[in-house]
Structure formats: structure tokens, C-alpha cells
């Protein structure tokens, strides 16, 4: 597999990550999951509506032979409810694995990167693979890494609102320090928002709103399937430096201008 | 006897399993986990763990979702 990513020891040939929430209906979101050709998508956990028992999972919209599953502790505020969440999700979907959310504040929805330290470490010492959502915080990250997350979510921009990388001098940063893989979580709007992520050096995009959201969320997805793909090749491919002036991409010999 | 069974006040046998709880709300178990009062009940052993009175018992299964969600206005 070429420029596969890898993740405590599982391997991705996509670096796509796509959500489950907000489509306008299963099928869409079928379609979109495979338009988009991620290999891992996260999934919430709550209680089972006990009123409309009977009615199909949202498992039997996903083809697990295919794609990962990625549970989130999405919604949780305090630690515990967190670590809570987690353990719920590794009994129903039997993996270890855990994007967790512990979040701060309802109207910006960032991270209470307190709390969500102290539910890694909880987390790690009973044997999660722990990929936590966090700001774009270099220091956060770093503290997240010693504690033995397996890889770190940097928001792009807050969730769901679709600004794009708010500040790339940060993730620079933060993937220039990380040992784990870093993987932008949130803020994407559009393509070129995918693409700017990879092409700093980001191991991997996130994102669901800006697909299932979108006008066609299964021609978004592939839109993003390419913006993932193009902005990885061009972080891999070194581009040139920025200058302020023109530099000629044509030789100055042989005008006919020039010279008799 | 009675328990609150996600969040809701319910009725139930005595000596009712979780197993017997699940079966009676015709839940799958391959996509549920459950939590009684606060401790994760692992599938194995759904039949063997009654649900003591006034038990809080938490059925949850995965649905659609990325990212976080407002509080939970309860």
C-alpha cells in the first residue's frame, strides 16, 4: 500500500475521515461514505429509543468489511461522562478505539483541554486507542501525546462551521512536533479547505457537516476524496517558496525582441 | 418492582435478567451495550445478571454523529 496511514498499528490506504451525522438519509449516506473512499467513519453513541425498536441500525448502513468504525464520546462535558461513553462503546461496536470529545463550551463547542487530558490518561491506562479532538494548540497536543493518545485532532475551526484552516501556523507546528499521526477534526467547509490541511502537512482530515451538510452531500464527498489526494501529493511534492515579485517560468534567450 | 430504564420510570419482575429485559424489548444484542447502575454488563453475561430494584439501567447503541452536540437539556 503506498503512503498508507497508520494508526496504532491499523493501516488506511484513505486519509479521509468522514462523520455519520446530519445526512438527509441513510442511503445518502451510503453513497456518500463510498464516493468519498474513507476507510474509517465515527460513529455517536446513545440510548436506544426504546419507542422505535425494530427499526433498522445505523450499523446495517455501514459496510464494516470496508470501513472502520470510529465510536466519538460526541456530546460529552466532563471527563467521566467521557471515559463513561468510551467503555459503552467498546462493549457495542468491540473495539478499543475512541475519538473523544470532552467538550468546554455549548456556543464554541472547543475542547476543555483539562478534562479531555485526564480522560486520556484514564482511557490509556485501561487500554484505548485514544484519538483526541482538541484545539489547534500545540502545547495541548504535546501534553496529549506524552499521555499516550495514539494520534491528536486538531480543530481546523470550530465544528460545523465551515471557516476552513483558521490557523495554519499552528498546525505547522503541531505536525512538525507530533510523533503520532494529526489529524485535522472540524472546520472544514469546502475542498480547498481539505486540501490546505493536507497540504500542511496534516496525516489525515475529519470531517461531517461539510458533506452531509452540503447541497449534494455524495458529489461533496468526492470532492473531498480528490482534495485529500491532491493536497497530500502536493505536501509530498515540496511546493516552491512564495516570493513578493514575478519570476519568469520561460528563458530569457533567443527572444526576437533582443538584439540584432 | 421498578427500575429507570433510560432515564424512564419501568416495571419489571423481580429476578428479571438483562437478558430477559433485551428480549422483551426485542433489542439486538450485537448492536447494544448496557450499563447497570453505572457498570458495563458484558454480553456474556446478559443472562446471568438480574436487575436489582430501583436499578439504573442504560441500553446504547451507536447512531449518526461526528462531532459534539449541545448538553443534553434533562
Known sequence: MIDALTIAGRTFSSRLV???????????????????????????????DLSAVGQASLLSWIDRSKIFLLPNTAGCYTADDAVRTARLAQEAGLSNWIKLEVIGDERTLFPDNEALLV?????????????????????????????????????????????????????????????????????????????????????????????????????????????????RLAFKAGRIARKRYAAASSPVEGLIARGR | MRILLNGDAR?????????????????????????????IVKRDRYAATAIPEGAEVEVVAFVGGGHACRKLTS
Not at chain 1, 21 to 47: D, F, I, N, W
Not at chain 1, 143 to 165: H, N
Request: aromatic content about 2%; hydrophobic content about 50%; proline content about 5%.
Open chain 1, 18 to 48: 468522514v462523520g455519520t451525522g446530519k445526512y438527509p438519509s441513510h442511503e445518502v449516506m451510503q453513497a456518500a461514505h463510498l464516493a468519498s473512499g474513507t476507510e474509517m467513519v465515527t460513529v455517536a453513541v446513545r440510548r436506544v
Open chain 1, 119 to 231: 480522560a486520556t490518561r484514564e482511557l490509556v491506562r485501561e487500554g484505548f486507542v485514544v484519538l483526541p479532538y482538541t484545539n489547534d494548540d500545540p502545547i495541548a497536543c504535546r501534553k496529549l501525546e506524552d499521555a499516550g493518545a495514539a494520534a491528536v485532532m486538531p480543530l481546523g475551526a470550530p465544528i460545523g462551521s465551515g471557516l476552513g484552516i483558521q490557523n495554519p501556523n499552528n498546525l505547522l507546528i503541531i505536525k512538525e512536533q507530533a510523533r503520532i499521526p494529526v489529524i485535522v477534526d472540524a472546520g472544514v467547509g469546502t475542498a480547498s479547505d481539505a486540501a490546505v490541511a493536507m497540504e500542511l502537512g496534516a496525516d489525515a482530515v475529519l470531517m461531517n457537516t461539510a458533506i452531509a451538510g452540503a447541497g449534494d452531500p455524495v458529489a461533496m464527498a468526492e470532492a473531498m476524496k480528490h482534495a485529500v489526494i491532491a493536497g
Open chain 2, 11 to 39: 416495571d419489571i419482575q423481580p429476578d428479571t435478567t438483562v437478558k430477559a429485559l433485551l428480549d422483551s424489548l426485542g433489542l439486538d444484542f450485537r448492536v447494544v451495550a448496557v450499563e447497570v447502575n453505572r457498570a
